[in-house]
């Protein structure tokens, strides 16, 4: 005869914390506590350097006031003012062709770059990774500075290379048809860096075994990127959309440096009004009451750019 050896399931062990329900929320307590003295920071800051600020900025915008006198109420005036300163809106406007000039080409190159990058060997990968972000960490300002030479009319470089096919010399800073056009070029250079490198950093979290799927299927670069590479970069290149979105219609410094907004006013983008405004006009209010308008066609353009773009992943 046989015999059979009953196997029995192995042991479960109780959680103390499951039987004591008491312990149980003295533990939630204190590891709460703990979490909210480590935010105790963060969010002090962000209350004193962001939301208050924000508020006060708020109610400055509903008063006629300026350094020299105590605040009175205006009630919706200052924004009735900017809302009919024909400045104001073409400001915005401007800007809007800025972000045209500047965000497509940017995410085209950066994508094209990023193909490069994670084709190629990891040492080549990471020479090719820091020559596109070096741009990055040099200032605005030189980089308008160097920008304003290359553009010089009578010295520039830009000016020398096409006079060696015989074109004469182009005022590319003190002509309105291409003074936009100008900026936009170091604007796009600045911003490419961090751009590529995000989408370096997406493209190498896609599997693998999708491309070879597709390659076993004889697809070619053209279709793996339009059937792969871009569904499965979706959030992300939604999220390059906005941010380049919004850091184009902010651009400052380099109208500042390079023209000051001229000529014309062709390079007077939405930031660079609202600190002229403010440094001439001793009244702030109207100031306020543009900053706080240019946030809602921030917000407005941004909410609508996710409502159009789908931000979920495909996976099919």
Same mark, same amino acid.
């Given at each position: ?5 009953? @196997? ?39 209350? *004193?350097?962001?939301? /208050? ?11 006629? /006031? ?36 500047? &965000?497509?080409?940017?995410? &085209? ?34 980089? #308008? ?8 009319? #009578? ?10 096919? !015989?074109?004469?010399? =182009?005022?590319?800073? !003190? ?7 100008? *900026?936009?070029i170091p604007a796009i250079w600045l911003g490419m860096g961090l751009t590529s490198l995000i989408m370096v950093s997406a493209m190498v979290d896609i ?13 070619? /670069? /053209? ?8 569904? +499965? ?12 979105? &919004?850091? #184009?219609? +902010? +651009? ?21 009004? @609202?600190?002229?405004?403010?440094? !001439? ?6 100031? *306020? ?9 921030? !917000?407005?353009?941004?909410?609508? =750019?996710?409502?159009?773009? #789908? ?6």
């Amino acid at each position: 005869m046989t015999s059979m050896t009953s @196997i029995s399931p192995p042991a479960t062990t109780a959680d103390p914390l499951a039987e004591n329900p008491a312990r149980h929320r003295r533990f939630r307590y204190r590891y709460a506590k703990l979490a909210y003295l480590m935010l105790a920071p963060a969010v002090v800051l962000l209350g *004193i350097f962001v939301i /208050w600020p924000a508020i006060y900025a708020i109610y400055l915008s509903f008063q006629d /006031w300026s350094f020299y006198k105590a605040p009175s109420f205006v009630g919706f005036q200052n924004f009735v003012n900017v809302l009919t300163d024909p400045l104001f809106s073409d400001a915005i406007v401007r800007g809007l062709k800025f972000v045209l000039m500047t &965000v497509p080409i940017m995410l &085209v190159l950066a994508f094209l770059f990023s193909c490069l990058v994670v084709s190629v060997g990891k040492k080549f990968a990471t020479v090719l990774k820091v020559s596109i972000y070096l741009p990055t960490i040099i200032s605005t300002v030189i980089t #308008s500075i160097i920008f304003t030479i290359i553009y010089d009319y #009578s010295g520039g470089l830009l000016n020398w290379l096409i006079g060696l096919f !015989g074109l004469d010399a =182009i005022p590319w800073l !003190g002509d309105p048809k291409y003074a936009l056009k100008a *900026i936009a070029i170091p604007a796009i250079w600045l911003g490419m860096g961090l751009t590529s490198l995000i989408m370096v950093s997406a493209m190498v979290d896609i599997p693998e075994e999708f491309y070879e799927a597709a390659s076993m299927e004889g697809a070619n /670069w /053209w279709k793996k990127t339009i059937y792969i590479t871009i569904p +499965q970069m979706k959030n992300v290149l939604l999220y390059l959309l906005v941010t380049d979105f &919004v850091a #184009s219609l +902010q +651009q400052y410094e380099l109208p500042l440096v390079m023209t000051n907004g001229g000529p014309l006013d062709s390079t007077m983008l939405p930031n660079l009004f @609202i600190f002229s405004h403010f440094r !001439g006009d001793p009244t702030v209010g109207y100031s *306020i009451a543009a900053a706080l308008l240019l946030f809602v066609v921030l !917000g407005a353009i941004s909410a609508v =750019i996710f409502r159009v773009v #789908s931000s979920e992943k495909s996976v099919d």
